[in-house]
């Protein structure tokens, strides 16, 4: 949109039609309010954590309804929470902007980061941007799915070391906790340099750790082979359409099969069934090169370090 209102076009690949952009005065206060109303959710969140955690007692609901009503009444402690939103919101950011600024690089027009707020679990349910031109080539593809992953999985790993480093070992602590929550290998790796002599449930995680644990936890779901998910836009990348639809099935079947460990698999693979077979088709079938294709790979290693078969269970 011009200066007039009219419509503005972007130059598309060469030998397909431009991208009709319209260069309206974007949404910005929107993407504004959610990240602020994100920021107090995730902050009362982390004072709860750290309640927890200073005191040595397990998380509970009482904890989390005494930090709201600390915000009720404008208490400035909850300024400890930020050890826990300071970091995670930081880790989704550089997520989310792994993304945009490929797209702003590659001439296709997406959106700036919406952050979801949520006043219960982790205060908040991740952020996302809106992609609103089409892609053309399965090369930007590919850029647009990696970005993310590799500058979120960058930002996490120096918050994963320093909260492991920062943690304590506490024996029996799972005993009295109501959820426990899995261990992703990246997490495991840097205990057992931390702890070499502790399990997993025996570590009383810092809220700066289990920011890293919620990075590690986006991270692998993105990564998951399907749909429009990051790891669906890199799989058809290096393997085409009907690739992407082959392995995406076989993903659905094996989620499935999870659920028998862990029964929300079983509501994604229902999800997914429906949303994630099919991809957007990109006009330019040229294969990706080498170096993106191992590039590829590693998306892969990060989502094997970065997953957890089950990521949280009821005591």
Not at 84 to 94: D, E, G, V, W
Not at 143 to 152: C, H, M, Q, T
Not at 270 to 293: A, E, N, Q
């Amino acid at each position: 949109m011009n200066a007039r209102g009219g419509a503005e076009l972007w130059p598309g690949e060469p030998g397909l039609p431009a991208v009709r952009r319209f260069a309206w005065v974007r949404l910005w206060w929107l993407n504004l309010f959610l990240f602020a109303a994100t920021f107090v959710t995730t902050t009362v969140f982390g004072f709860a954590l750290v309640q927890s955690f200073s005191s040595g007692r397990p998380f509970d609901l009482d904890l989390l309804i005494d930090a709201w009503a600390r915000l009720g009444r404008g208490d400035a402690a909850l300024l400890a929470g930020l050890d826990f939103s300071a970091p995670l919101l930081l880790i989704l950011l550089a997520h989310e902007f792994g993304h945009y600024l490929i797209c702003a690089q590659q001439r296709i027009d997406a959106s700036l980061p919406y952050f979801l707020p949520s006043p219960l679990l982790f205060g908040t349910f991740g952020a996302y941007i809106r992609i609103r031109s089409p892609i053309y080539s399965r090369k930007n593809l590919f850029d647009v799915g990696i970005a993310g992953p590799i500058a979120g999985f960058v930002v996490l790993l120096p918050f994963l070391i320093a909260g492991v480093c920062v943690s304590r070992a506490a024996p029996g602590i799972e005993e009295h906790a109501p959820f426990v929550f899995g261990t992703p290998l990246a997490m495991r790796l840097v205990e057992w340099l931390r702890f070499p002599h502790a399990s997993p449930s025996g570590i009383s995680l810092h809220p700066m750790a289990l920011a890293a644990w919620v990075g590690l936890f986006a991270t692998a779901f993105n990564l998951l082979p399907l749909g429009q998910l990051d790891g669906g836009h890199i799989l058809y990348a290096v393997f085409g359409q009907r690739g992407h639809r082959l392995v995406s099935g076989g993903m659905i079947a094996l989620l499935a099969l999870l659920g028998f460990l862990y029964s929300p698999w079983w509501i994604w693979a229902v999800v997914m069934f429906f949303l994630g077979r099919r991809h957007p088709l990109v006009y330019d079938r040229t294969p990706i090169s080498k170096k993106r294709v191992m590039l590829g790979a590693l998306a892969l290693m990060l989502f094997l370090l970065s997953i957890s078969i089950v990521p949280v269970r009821q005591n």
